[in-house]
Nanobody
Framework: QVQLAESGGGLVQAGGSLRLSCAASGHTFSNYAMGWFRQAPGKERAFVAAISWSGGSKTYADAVKGRFTISRDNTKNTVYLQMNSLKPEDAAVYYC????????????????WGQGTQVTVSS
């Protein structure tokens, strides 16, 4: 069992930055691909970014490429999402996600979700 706890959400002006953190516990963190998804009101939960267990492979949704950066520190069991140049359309609840194995496995099926953290972007 893996427990995920997000932090770092909040209110930011358009063009600003936020860094989300996700602390994992309960399992061998380094064997898991980790990622971020988001869900805006009235919309389905959507993939944002993912990182392999080693950190050597990363994948981003087209909407965030060049603005968001995912990283992880396996010594701290933590994954991060640095969000720059935020837009009003980035506003959503952001969820941390984990799955054993590859990024492809994570995107196909998430085994564990965090509780979510709200990101609000004012225009």
């Amino acid at each position: 069992q893996v427990q995920l706890a997000e932090s770092g959400g909040g209110l930011v002006q358009a063009g600003g930055s936020l860094r989300l953190s996700c602390a994992a516990s309960g399992h061998t963190f380094s064997n898991y691909a980790m990622g971020w998804f988001r869900q805006a009101p009235g919309k389905e939960r959507a993939f944002v970014a993912a990182i392999s267990w080693s950190g050597g492979s990363k994948t981003y949704a087209d909407a965030v490429k060049g603005r968001f950066t995912i990283s992880r520190d396996n010594t701290k069991n933590t994954v991060y999402l640095q969000m720059n140049s935020l837009k009003p359309e980035d506003a959503a609840v952001y969820y941390c996600a984990a799955a054993p194995g590859t990024i492809a496995r994570l995107i196909q099926s998430v085994d564990y979700w965090g509780q979510g953290t709200q990101v609000t972007v004012s225009s």
